[in-house]
């Protein structure tokens, strides 16, 4: 499985340009989930073949022209993350990128190392206008890697596709998976790292869901120093870093600059606060194979499907994607925190772990103050 929040959000306006309760920044759009591989933690439950009810290719032209409801004219349309499974197993994958270019949305892709992933076929990629693509390295060897995607080979492969793309002008994002056998690799994954080419490394911690379920995410006291560690790491960093499904990564960002004398105001103007308050069903939103909408691949509750409702209005006005926009709905610690607007918790974990997606973040140590500072 390729990792559903696949690239970033470098290439696009920051948040304090965007109204997330007009339109999602990204739109995460799993094509297919066929897949070659059958990696450990897959979301998606992918198999060998797509599935019955995959959406056709007039069916998914007729999405993305629903997608430019999002924008009045002057305003900018969501970016597609075209996901799996593996996109490359759909034989119309051209097509839609065409489609999707030639209707002003920004593309990116996110493959599956597999044998379809060819030099050429990274070059086509750029060719057709592919913005980015996301690659998944899970280990600094390996063994580490090729354990979680259960084929051997695919880290070597990843390697090389991570280089041939920079050979190709291909803009890149490495995804990494972090449990509690994984995390302890980071600091040797992001050596490797450093010696090649890449726009962003984003560090996925854990929602045991699909086949993750047979992973342990972190204890919410370990999460903390790894994500303290990225802070440090990332300030030298030949690339970003960022965190997927760990949003209080940005409390920790946020709150060092406060500590260095920079008022609220200030901290919501600095270029990392284009992550700021992006979440499940915030600036963000997931489309199904089949069509199902839900607010992230990790938080699994169909509001509806692109069959036979507009996006456009799933997004906007089902009860549940208004709540999650909410964080004055989020419920324990996540509710009082005076961080709530810039991170907000992970509601696909708070899901996960409670069945109630407005719950506290259980990933998450932070012990927020009584009141709220004025911002």
Known sequence: MTATHAVGIGSVKPNADWAYE?????????????????????????????????????????????????AAEGEALPHVVMTGGDPLKRPDLAELVAAATARGLGVSLAPAVTPLLTREKIFWMKEIGVQAISLSLDGSNAAYHDGVRMVPGTFDATIEALDIAADAGLSVQVN??????????????YELLSRHTLMQWSLFFLISIGRGSELTELSPGEAERWLLWAQRTGREAPFR?????????????????LRAGKSWGEVEQHPMSRAFGIRDGN????????????????????VGNVKDTSLVELYRDTELMR??????????????????????????????????????????PYQPRTTVPAQ
């Open 22 to 70: 007009r339109a999602p920044m990204i739109i995460y759009w799993e094509l297919t989930n066929a897949c070659g591989l059958a990696c450990r933690h897959c979301r998606a439950t992918a198999m060998p073949d797509p599935a019955p009810g995959e959406l056709t290719t007039s069916q998914a032209i007729a999405v993305l022209d629903d997608m430019l409801g999002f």
């Open 176 to 189: 990494t998976l972090v449990t509690d056998t994984t995390a302890a690799d980071l600091p040797a994954v």
């Open 241 to 257: 870093i960022k965190t997927t499904e760990a949003m209080h990564y940005r409390r920790l960002l946020g709150s060092a600059l």
């Open 283 to 302: 600036g963000i939103v997931f489309i199904s194979h089949q069509g199902d909408v839900s607010p992230s691949g990790f938080l699994p509750v169909t």
């Open 323 to 364: 709540s999650l926009r909410d964080p004055d709905q989020f419920k324990g610690r996540c509710g009082v925190c005076e961080y709530r607007k810039w991170c907000g918790g992970s509601r696909a974990r708070a899901y996960a772990w409670t069945g109630d997606p407005l719950e506290a973040d259980p990933l998450c």
